[in-house]
């Protein structure tokens, strides 16, 4: 009976839980459509649309001051414009100006590989305008490495076909488009009907001899040395699916680029999220064995699902550097508009719905994000309930601990976890007293506080307390949960996110997937976290991406909208399994205070698991408030010691670069500005 009771009790319990957190989602969506009724109502007003010249005026002087304050001076502002210009130089060294010199043409043309591949181009044409056909046929024509061919299937109706068929019959009577035997290496086949994007594609299969495969659009132009690059990975890397770095240009002109899109080496929850890989795709013709190029149900996304099929069975996926695509935006392309081929959205939540199912993932929800139509959030099923041990770490700061634990039993609608709070040190009575009431209170189920020196422990041999260590605070609060998986959380955060665990927790019960982390803000909501980068910053250890953005920010290329791969999280906020956690040895204690996450982060890695950073995990971090800034006075020193052994300890990783970063950014910036420095030495690497 009394069994009985409490189930009725937790049940009732949960009840409430539940209906307090329903009401409280309809009142944010009441306000929601309160304000935007109110928005609307103003922005249709004839007064309101007739001072917008006024209010842009405006809106410029506040940005001018607020960069003054985000730069700490006028001296900050002139510094970051100054630099801007200099970007906006260096970025015209990636168009016409970074085509080979005829010095490097002659020594690229003249080059011997030890494999040196036909490179089937396939083209599928539909009524492709002249000037268009012909830049794309002169940039494959003008390639440094010779051993090509170019498929060309033609889809044109009846009043485009006769002058797409004669310029292409024009240049496969040019000599550059021979081959030392003299025969064309220009094919051509003329289709009895248009089947779209993905069956022209098919068609220029048929026509293909080569070993290799590459996927080309009949409006874009190709760097004049990318095939000699692509032949490099080959090589030197045994390639067999590869990729570059590309831009968007406007109209005829290369050098008019819009957009510049750097990408990460592969990584595969980005791949699902969002196709960054995209242009210029050649792959080892193998990797068709059994299946087909270019699906037909999937057109308008053909080649996000292609690239998640192959990549699939790639063993050696070599991202090159480079820009070395140029995608034309004009009317009509998907380049200029993603709404000119609205189909192209089903068909990409549809290949990679199809690809998740491949690998085993049932109910999961592909939605769209606020960054881009075709750049996703996957919600992947929870398994279960496992018990989750929130381990925070916790010296005086009373308020900062009440706050932070206070948002996770209000907020969270998850509710199998335990609260592990690891006291180390603190001596004010205000802590002392909070540590009385939650042993007490109505969290007493909940929350454990355990003492870091308790009987001892952890002391001198002259029974002092040593130097703070946060990584043996961390391991020791580990120690004592009995969760199956483990959030790492400062005492100095708030939960923002309902559903923080659940969207951390997905991630986290992959078998592939090590540490996970979340987005942090500043209490201003500007950025604090959003995924650690190699080599950022001035100590060449690591450093947040995106550091000190608007918390709306979009991010570069949309990544601050969808979960992607990175080397490192912070801290701050990290979950992962206990056995993951186990496996690896938990925090390394060498690192008494920084850089320990990014090492523990990169022992996963080394042991093979991916670490994640989700965006849909919210959390506000008053960061350093309970620890003090790193690079003052005595903290600066131990830091400098700390990064010397983590660039010592870390050297082949750190000397590679960051997997996630690509080379072209600046190391000395957190906000992907182009590295304007080494932009010359990267074209010859």
Partial sequence: MSEEKDYKTAYEREKLKSADLAERIAELEDKNQELQFKLDRIKNNPIWKASTPARNTMHWVIRQRDR??????????????????????????????????????????????????LISILVPLYNTPEKFLRDMIESVLAQTYGNWQLCLADGSDAEHVGLVSSIVKEYQADSRAKKKSGDCRIAYKKLERNEGIAGNTNHCLELAEGEYLGLFDHDDILHPEVLYWYVKAINEENADYIYCDETTFKGDDINKMITMHFKPDYAIDNLRANNYICHFSVFKRTLLDGTELFRTKFDGSQDHDMILRLTDRAEHIVHVPKLLYYWRSHAGSVASDISAKPYAIDAAKGAVADHLRRHGYDHFKITSTRAFETIFKITYEVIGTPKISIVIPNCEHAEDLRRCISSIYEKSVYDNYEIIVVENGSTGSEIKGYYEELKTGSLKDIVKVVDFYENGAHLSQDGSRPAFNYSAVVNYGVSHSTGEYVILLNNDTQVITVNWMEELLMYAQRQDVGAVGAKLYFPDRKIQHAGVVLKLGA???????????????????????????????????????RAKYDEVGGFDEGFAVSLNDVDFCLKLRNKGYLNVFTPFAELFHYESLSRGLDLEGKNAERYEIESEHFRTKWKDVLDKGDPYYNPNFSLDRSDFSLNVEGYSSLRTQ
């Fill in 68 to 117: 003054i304050r985000n730069q700490g001076s006028l001296r900050g502002v002139v510094a970051k414009i100054k630099y801007k210009q200099i970007e906006k130089k260096a970025m015209t060294h990636y168009g016409t100006e970074s085509f080979p010199s005829q010095e490097t043409r002659m020594q690229q043309e003249q080059a011997v590989f030890e494999k040196m591949p």
């Fill in 539 to 577: 100590h060449r250890t690591a450093g947040h991406s995106h550091y000190g953005q608007a918390g709306m920010n979009l991010g570069y290329m949309g990544r601050l909208c969808y979960a992607q791969d990175v080397s490192a999280v912070t801290g701050a906020c990290l979950m992962v399994s």
